[in-house]
């Protein structure tokens, strides 16, 4: 059984930084596209960014020029590096991963159907 291990998250001040990363246990998994997802309170889950095996990536336009997200294929794991951080950006924080064989190394934004789901990572951003 494939899971996805995250590692990073908790409390930050407003601007600042923090780096979240996502394992994938089996490292003989390949994986397709990987992405970053998140979900506020009494709001719905959010694509916060995506990035395919060649490097390829998407942002939603609210995190555009403050979120990196990067993949190292050799280590099958993957990262959303998060800088100038505002209040908004507080939610539980979600990686996701398609399977290569499966889906192929493309993303498509706006895609929710993922091979697996990490536990989830709270992120909170105060003023």
């Known amino acids: 059984q494939v899971r996805l291990l995250e590692l990073g998250g908790g409390q930050v001040q407003v601007g600042g930084s923090l780096t979240l990363r996502c394992a994938v246990s089996?490292?003989?998994?390949?994986?397709?596209?990987v992405a970053w997802f998140r979900q506020a309170p009494g709001k719905e889950r959010e694509e916060v960014a995506t990035?395919?095996?060649?490097?390829?990536?998407s942002y939603a336009e609210s995190v555009t020029g403050r979120f990196t997200i990067s993949r190292d294929n050799a280590e099958n794991s993957f990262a959303l590096q998060m800088s100038s951080l505002r209040p908004e950006d507080t939610a539980v924080y979600y990686c996701?991963?398609?399977?290569?064989?499966?889906?192929?190394?493309?993303?498509?934004?706006?895609?929710?159907?993922?091979?697996?789901w990490g536990q989830g990572t709270q992120v909170t951003v105060s003023s």
């Open positions: 089996d490292i003989t998994y390949k994986t397709g596209c």
């Open positions: 996701a991963a398609r399977g290569f064989v499966t889906f192929g190394p493309t993303c498509r934004p706006g895609e929710t159907s993922y091979s697996y």
């Open positions: 990035i395919d095996t060649i490097g390829t990536t």
